[in-house]
């Protein structure tokens, strides 16, 4: 039996009622306007980036994959609580400006970088 899972803007509206706020509440806790918080809830075309769904999450004490619809345990892992250091979040903002495209070619850039410096570690010991 497969369970259906609820998208972002069913699971921001279910965490939202359930919190007893309204859409403007929301909104000045997060410092975001209130038409953004509703236009979340009224379409899966419009999900937040990274630092925003991170702030959401936080906000209700759950998970982002929670919030995105990937999983049905609100609970934060460790893995997700991950703090990032100035140097990581720097490069997701970066990275989050690109095309899909110029995405999957700085990620074979990445690995590459990795296997390089993976060699150089092999040829230390």
């Known amino acids: 039996m497969s369970v259906i899972m609820m998208g972002f803007k069913d699971r921001l509206k ?7 706020i309204t859409q403007e ?9 209130e038409s953004t918080v509703r236009r ?3 379409s899966d075309e419009h999900t937040p980036r990274r630092e925003r769904l991170e702030k959401i999450a936080d906000y209700f ?5 929670y919030l995105l619809g990937r999983t049905n345990d609100p609970s934060p892992s460790e893995k997700i609580n991950r703090k990032f250091s ?3 979040n720097l490069f ?4 989050d400006k690109l095309s ?3 995405k999957k070619k700085a990620l074979e850039h990445v690995r590459y970088l990795r296997y390089l410096a993976e060699k150089e570690n092999r040829t230390e010991q």
Not at 25 to 33: F, R, S, V
Not at 61 to 65: C, H, I, L, P
Not at 92 to 95: A, T, V
């Open 14 to 20: 279910e965490l939202r009622t359930k919190k007893g």
């Open 25 to 33: 509440t929301l909104a000045l806790d997060l410092g975001i306007p």
């Open 40 to 42: 979340y809830e009224s």
């Open 61 to 65: 004490g759950v998970s982002v994959d």
């Open 86 to 88: 100035d140097i990581e």
């Open 92 to 95: 997701f903002y970066e990275l």
């Open 100 to 102: 899909e495209e110029d």
